[in-house]
C-alpha cells in the first residue's frame, strides 16, 4: 500500500501570499490530521477530517483552513502569511471512526514551508 | 500546547546499548502512543499503549506506562545506529467523545544519537 502523499515537498512563500498544501491518504483512510511541526512549539493540532466534515479544530487562527473531498484527499490552506507559520506541516491518515481511538497515524513525510 | 513532556531532551550512547526515554504527562489519558521521526521526515508510529495496561513489547522495544505518575517509559535495547531519530510520546484524551475523532497532544521529543 502506498503511504501518505504530501505535495509540495518544499514551498517558499512572501508574507502576505496564501498558500494549498495537499495530503493524499493511505487508501481506505477516511481520516485525515494536519499538524504544525516547529522547533519552538513542537507538534501543534491543527484539524481533523473524516468523510468530509471537519470533526476537531486546534487553537489556530481563522487564517488556516482545510477541506476534504469525497476521495479522502485533503488540503489545507493558509491565507495572509506571516513570517511565524514557517514550519514543517504535517498530514497523517488513520482507520479513525467508531472506536477509532486506538487507530495509529501514519504520516507523510511533510510540506516544509518557508515564508520570507 | 503540549501535554507531554519528554526526558532526556537528547541522549547520545553507543552501538548495542540500551536507551530509555521517559515521557511525563499531565490531564487523563484513553491511551499513550510513541512515535519516531528520522531528520526532516515524517513521524512513523512505533507502539500504542492503552491506559489499562502497564507494559508493552514490539521487537527491541518495551514501554511501560504508570497512570497513577503520570509517566511512561520508551526502552530501546540493543541500539543501531539507525536508531537515531527522535522519539515523541502522544497522548490520546480521556474522556473520549466516542465519535471517533481525536487529536493527540505531543510532547517536544528526545533526540537520540545512536554512535556506531
Known amino acids: 500500500k502506498a503511504g501518505v502523499t504530501q505535495t509540495p515537498r518544499y514551498l517558499i512563500k512572501t508574507r502576505g501570499q496564501q498558500v494549498t498544501l495537499s495530503c493524499s491518504p493511505i487508501s481506505g483512510h477516511r481520516s485525515v490530521s494536519w499538524y504544525q511541526q516547529t522547533p519552538g512549539q513542537g507538534l501543534q493540532f491543527l484539524f481533523e477530517y473524516f468523510s468530509e466534515t471537519q470533526r476537531n479544530k486546534g487553537n489556530f487562527p481563522g487564517r488556516f483552513s482545510g477541506r476534504q473531498f469525497s476521495n479522502s484527499r485533503s488540503e489545507m490552506n493558509v491565507s495572509t502569511l506571516e513570517l511565524g507559520d514557517s514550519a514543517l506541516y504535517l498530514c497523517a491518515s488513520s482507520l479513525a471512526g467508531e472506536g477509532g481511538i486506538y487507530s495509529p497515524l501514519h504520516f507523510g513525510n511533510g510540506t516544509r514551508l518557508t515564508v520570507t | 500546547s503540549q501535554q507531554g513532556e519528554e526526558d532526556p531532551q537528547a541522549l547520545s550512547i553507543q552501538e548495542g546499548e540500551n536507551a530509555t526515554m521517559n515521557c511525563s504527562y499531565k490531564?487523563?489519558?484513553?491511551?499513550l502512543q510513541w512515535y519516531r521521526q528520522n531528520s526532516g521526515r515524517g513521524l512513523v508510529h512505533l507502539i500504542l499503549?492503552?491506559?489499562?495496561?502497564r507494559e508493552k513489547h514490539s521487537g527491541r522495544l518495551r514501554v511501560t506506562l504508570d497512570t497513577s505518575k503520570k509517566s511512561s517509559s520508551l526502552l530501546i535495547t540493543a541500539s543501531r545506529a539507525a536508531d537515531t531519530a527522535s522519539y515523541f510520546c502522544?497522548?490520546?484524551?480521556?474522556?473520549?467523545?466516542?465519535?471517533?475523532?481525536?487529536?493527540?497532544?505531543f510532547g517536544k521529543g528526545t533526540k537520540l544519537s545512536v554512535i556506531p
Open positions: 502522544a497522548t490520546a484524551p480521556n474522556p473520549y467523545s466516542g465519535a471517533g475523532s481525536y487529536q493527540l497532544t
Open positions: 499503549i492503552r491506559s489499562n495496561e
Open positions: 490531564t487523563s489519558i484513553n491511551n
